[in-house]
C-alpha cells in the first residue's frame, strides 16, 4: 500500500481544499469534509495514473488553522 501525504487547507465557509504531490505533479481538490475529499483524491489518482483506491493510503496533513477548526477541542481560551 502506498502511503502519500494529503494537505489540508482552510477553503471558503464549510469548504476545504486538499493537494497531494504525487510523481512530480501536484494535484489539487475541495470538498466539504475530509472524507469526501479522500475519496475525491483516489479517483483523481485512478483517472490520472490507474492506482486503484485499495492500494492507496493517505497520511492527513493540516494547515494549522485547518486543525484548529476542524478539531475544535483542541482550542484553548486563554485568560
Same mark, same amino acid.
Given at each position: 500500500?502506498? %502511503? ?7 477553503? !471558503?465557509? #464549510? ?18 469534509? %475530509? ?17 486503484? #483506491? ?20 483542541? !482550542?484553548?481560551?486563554?485568560?
Amino acid at each position: 500500500m502506498k %502511503v502519500i501525504p494529503l494537505i489540508i487547507e482552510k477553503g !471558503n465557509d #464549510s469548504e476545504i481544499w486538499g493537494r497531494i504531490d504525487f510523481e512530480n505533479e501536484l494535484i489539487v481538490d475541495f470538498a466539504n469534509s %475530509v472524507e469526501e475529499l479522500e475519496k475525491k483524491m483516489k479517483n483523481l489518482l485512478l483517472d490520472f495514473f490507474e492506482i486503484s #483506491s485499495d492500494k492507496i493510503k493517505f497520511r492527513l496533513e493540516y494547515d494549522l488553522t485547518v486543525l484548529f477548526n476542524h478539531k475544535n477541542y483542541l !482550542n484553548i481560551k486563554l485568560k
